[in-house]
């Protein structure tokens, strides 16, 4: 087996997270030797791939599961992606942030009166967001108003916001590391190279395996391989007591109705955002709707060679798994939600039954306008601690000795620098060098100047949760 010189961190997983770290770690510090090893040979080929999630930069202005504290949180670590974006070259930012206008609809007395307070709580973070009437949402989003009649009231807030390809977004913070002078000799990139295990040697450094017998040697390791991160946690005794629920989101394709991105009032005990319809960054002239949820024992959409390694991290051979997963989705709410969404993959009659809920945002939608979009959507592996029986809503990390796993859920795109910047901040602690980072540069390229948050400390509260 042949192994190669240590290296000061070695990153699993070439998705927004793992290249948003490493892109991170070679901008802000000096650490010499920094390897990312990621599985497929196509750089975001899983959740980040841009077919497989809904390309929204989540700000928290439309988003109405997440409370003002939250909101207050997420709004600039999301922002740290634009503010990345702004930085690159027209024709490179051009295809990866696409400016589109958001808005998030309320329908009906209830909608429209939760809709009413929560802007007046959430007017202050963002003094662009404007609560539109019906006649205002008739200009802008025409097809919302046509034919809803006209007794049903509607309120939306909406401002300008962006779409983005976060594959693309992962591309480049690969491509901009690699630009730099001192890539050669201090970043190693390893493509098509799945890691198989993860060990300590004897000297207490970090062995990772990869498929092809070689073996990296590393002072620190980050597992930034979304569900996969579990699976290695649990090789090495951590995060046993979570598992997690399976949940694939796939999307329908209508012709263009919406200009923007047109989201629901959420419920927030439910894990997901509703049904919304958006632009497609990458197929033009249609609407995107979705994403569903169902139930799929796999770790990656449409792959069922990874059923396996979700029986192996999903712990369903223990009682309290099966206790936890009966308290939750037996939840009355979330039960009919799965079993409503059961009806969105019966073939044939599935748009029709899907078109009942799309209808909310486009009243004059017929099953007839939807069709499957094929190839389209990702894996929602939901985490669930099998101690409290709680399930855990957005993104998790596991920390061990000089390791850190992350596990990223939806918004983890959106936050994918933020979480880099906070990992990065690990990283450094753990190689003893906790304050060697150029903070200032940090701030100035990622951080709004306005923003006293970020500007204080770009590290936010380990407990935000997205
Ligand atoms: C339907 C849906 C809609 C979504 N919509 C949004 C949205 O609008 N906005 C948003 O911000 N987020 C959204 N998300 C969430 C978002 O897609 C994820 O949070 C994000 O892509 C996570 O990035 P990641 O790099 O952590 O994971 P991934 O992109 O999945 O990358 C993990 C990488 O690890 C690699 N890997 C795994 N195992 C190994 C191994 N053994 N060896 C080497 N490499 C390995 C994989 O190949 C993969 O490339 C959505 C998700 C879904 C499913």
């Not at 958001?102 to 939760?114: N, S």
């Not at 223990?318 to 059961?342: H, K």
């Not at 983890?412 to 990992?423: F, I």
Request: hydrophobic share 45%; with cysteine.
């Amino acid at each position: 087996m042949k192994e190669s010189a240590i290296h000061d961190v070695v990153i699993v997983g070439g998705g927004a997270s793992g290249t948003a770290l490493l892109y991170t770690l070679a901008r802000y510090t000096s650490i010499a030797r920094i390897a990312l090893i990621e599985k497929y040979a196509v750089i975001g080929s899983v959740n980040s791939r841009a077919n497989n999630n809904s390309q929204t930069l989540h700000i928290g202005d439309i988003e109405t599961n997440y409370s003002v504290e939250k909101v207050k949180d997420v709004a600039p670590a999301a922002s740290m992606v634009a503010h990345y974006a702004a930085s690159l070259p027209d024709d490179i930012r051009s295809k990866i942030l696409f400016p589109t206008h958001k808005m998030v609809l309320a329908v009906g007395a209830e909608e429209v009166m939760k809709l009413d307070e929560r802007f007046e709580k959430i007017r202050a973070v963002f003094p662009n967001l404007r609560k539109l009437n019906r006649a205002d949402i008739e200009e802008m989003e025409p097809l919302v108003v046509k034919g809803r009649p006209s007794h049903k009231r509607i309120v939306a807030l909406a401002q300008m916001g962006y779409a983005v390809d976060y594959q693309r977004l992962a591309q480049s913070f690969v491509d901009q590391t690699l630009a730099r002078t001192d890539a050669a000799g201090r970043v190693r990139i390893f493509l098509g190279s799945p890691v198989t295990d993860v060990a300590r040697d004897a000297d207490g450094q970090w062995k990772v395996s990869r498929a092809n017998g070689e073996t990296l040697r590393a002072r620190v390791v980050v597992f930034d391989a979304d569900a996969y991160s579990l699976l290695f946690a649990k090789r090495l005794g951590l995060g046993k007591e979570f598992s997690l629920i399976p949940v694939a989101g796939t999307f329908f394709f209508t012709k263009q109705v919406l200009k923007g991105k047109v989201y629901s009032v959420q419920e927030p005990r439910l894990p997901f955002s509703a049904i919304h319809g958006d632009p497609d960054v990458r197929v033009p002239g249609k609407t995107r709707w979705g994403p569903t949820a169902r139930f799929f024992p796999v770790l990656e959409a449409r792959n069922w060679k990874t059923s396996l390694d979700y029986f192996a991290v999903s712990g369903l051979h223990r009682l309290r798994t099966w206790r936890s997963f009966a308290v939750i989705l037996l939840d009355p709410l979330r039960f009919w939600y799965l079993v409503r969404n059961v009806l969105y993959e019966i073939p044939i009659v599935a748009p029709y039954f899907f078109a009942l809920q799309a209808r909310k945002i486009v009243p004059t939608l017929t099953g007839a306008d939807f069709v499957r979009a094929r190839g389209f959507g990702g894996m929602r592996l939901q985490r669930v601690n099998t101690n409290t029986h709680e399930l855990l809503l957005g993104e998790g990390k596991i920390i061990g000795d000089n390791i850190i796993f992350n596990m990223t859920p939806s918004p983890g795109a959106s936050v994918c620098l933020y979480n880099a910047v906070r990992d990065m901040e690990h990283v450094l602690r753990f190689l003893g060098v906790p304050d060697a980072f150029d903070k200032v540069l940090l701030q100035k390229e990622l951080c709004d100047p306005r923003d006293s948050l970020t500007l204080h400390d770009p590290s936010l509260e380990t407990s935000y949760a997205s």
